[in-house]
């Protein structure tokens, strides 16, 4: 992993001067309006740290898939609504993204005012990381601000291209991801231990083989378990199961076994007849699931055996559901790995995705140290991996 101490918004003087701030606004919105703002929220104590030091911003974020074109029904304009109620401020909000409008107003704006940008995927340079399209939207601003950390693991052109520009620095979003979770894979606090759940072992593969010698303990809960299950000849019924893993599954487990790493898979499982959430379900020690019953839960046994193996961890990471937690039949598996995290004490941090949905609906939301605002870029930075919309800050010399 290359450097992680990127120059912050604290490190330059903001004053009088345009920053144009990526941010992560993309939030649901059904039949224009937004149902969870917590995104937005998120970003005011970047953006009022840099308005209170008299910074003007110009904001701009993708929001949805408009593939390239304009198209009123990703406008911002409800974005723009919200943050200005959050902000106490007036948010003006431009026609488009590197246009007539959006550059008169950017060449307007004052200190201490806000703008921004409609959204900057109306333009298909913006994915493609168009050096030209860059160079337009970085001409609008004196310093670029990323503190979309979500989707900072695309070189996109706002995310990373404007960066070849301006001088570039993180918010205290970027910074808090990259701290603490950067922390936890440098230096962490033993024992620890990494919970690794959700439906696929090959989304996961890149996030264990860059743990497996750095942990102390590899749990492995969910749909995904049972590809682990497979590889050592336990009758799976018919469980989610990626056959074409079962080698490399054997693999890690014996990787795990020379480095010892314990590795824990479930020993007894909830199992349905249907993939439905009223199906009829039993439970089953895991080398018995009989055929037409698929896992779709750890078992109680499982349950005792993870909560112990969390219980006075120093560290813990967990990205993935250990069941279909959205159904309240096989949910008490990812509680139970919840509420032993919360009773652990050790430093959490929670993938994002349907891990953070699940510890937020789960009620555990406020015992975790940090939950991730981004799914696929906190997977790839557990996979050791370099995210370019962080690379292309400055580093802090
Ligand atoms: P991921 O996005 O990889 O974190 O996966 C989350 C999804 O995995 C959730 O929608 C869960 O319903 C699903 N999942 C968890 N356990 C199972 C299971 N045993 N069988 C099928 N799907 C599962």
């Known amino acids: 992993m290359k450097s992680l101490n990127k120059k912050t918004i604290k490190d330059i003087d903001v004053k009088d001067k345009k920053i144009l701030a990526r941010l992560d606004f993309n939030v649901p919105i059904v039949d224009g309006k937004i149902t969870d703002d917590k995104r937005i929220r998120e970003s005011l104590p970047t953006l009022n740290y840099l308005l209170d030091n008299g910074a003007a911003v110009i904001a701009c974020s993708h929001f949805g898939r408009p593939k390239g074109e304009f198209n009123p029904k990703f406008s911002l304009a409800p974005i723009a609504k919200r943050l200005s109620e959050l902000l106490g401020k007036t948010v ?21 005012e806000i703008m921004l940008l409609e959204n900057v995927r109306f333009h298909k340079e913006e994915e ?36 070849d520009h301006l001088p570039a620095v993180c918010g205290f979003l970027i910074q808090k991801e990259i ?20 439906a696929k072992v090959s989304d996961k593969i890149g996030v264990i083989e860059n743990l497996i010698d750095k942990v102390d303990t590899i749990i492995i809960g969910g749909g995904m ?15 989610i199961c990626e056959d074409d893993k ?37 439970t ?30 120093g560290t813990v990471i967990w990205n993935g559901p250990v069941g279909v937690s959205e159904w309240e039949n096989f ?9 032993a995290i919360a009773d652990s004490g050790a430093i959490s941090i929670i993938g994002g995705g349907d891990s953070a949905a699940a510890i937020e609906n789960l009620g555990f ?29 400055d580093d802090d010399n």
Request: glycine letters at 10%; a negative charge; proline letters at 4%.
């Open 331 to 339: 949910a008490a598996g990812t509680k139970a790995v919840a509420k």
């Open 128 to 163: 493609k990381n168009d050096a030209d399209f860059s160079k337009e939207l970085a001409g609008m601003a004196d310093i670029y601000v990323n503190d979309a950390f979500g989707t900072s693991h695309r070189a996109h052109a706002s995310t990373a291209g404007v960066a």
């Open 225 to 239: 378990a049972y590809t682990f299950m497979k590889a050592q000849g336990y009758s799976i019924g018919d469980s």
């Open 365 to 393: 939301a406020d015992k975790m140290t940090h939950i991730s605002t981004g799914g696929g870029a906190s997977l790839e930075f557990l996979e050791g991996l370099e995210l370019p919309g962080i690379a292309a800050l």
């Open 284 to 313: 089953v020690k895991s080398n018995s699931i009989p055929d037409g019953y698929s896992g779709y839960d750890i078992g109680p046994e499982t349950e005792e055996k993870f909560t112990a193996a969390i219980k006075g961890a």
């Open 179 to 198: 701290d603490i979770m950067g922390n936890a894979l440098e230096n962490p606090k033993r024992p620890f231990v990494v919970i690794l759940g959700g």
């Open 92 to 112: 003006i909000l431009a026609a488009d993204v590197i246009g007539d409008d959006a550059k008169s107003k950017a060449a307007a704006l004052k200190s201490g």
């Open 246 to 282: 079962l080698e490399f599954a054997l693999e890690l487990m014996k990787k795990a076994k020379d480095n010892n790493t314990n590795f824990l898979i479930p020993v007894d499982n909830k199992a349905g007849d249907e993939y439905k959430p009223d199906c009829n379900f039993i």
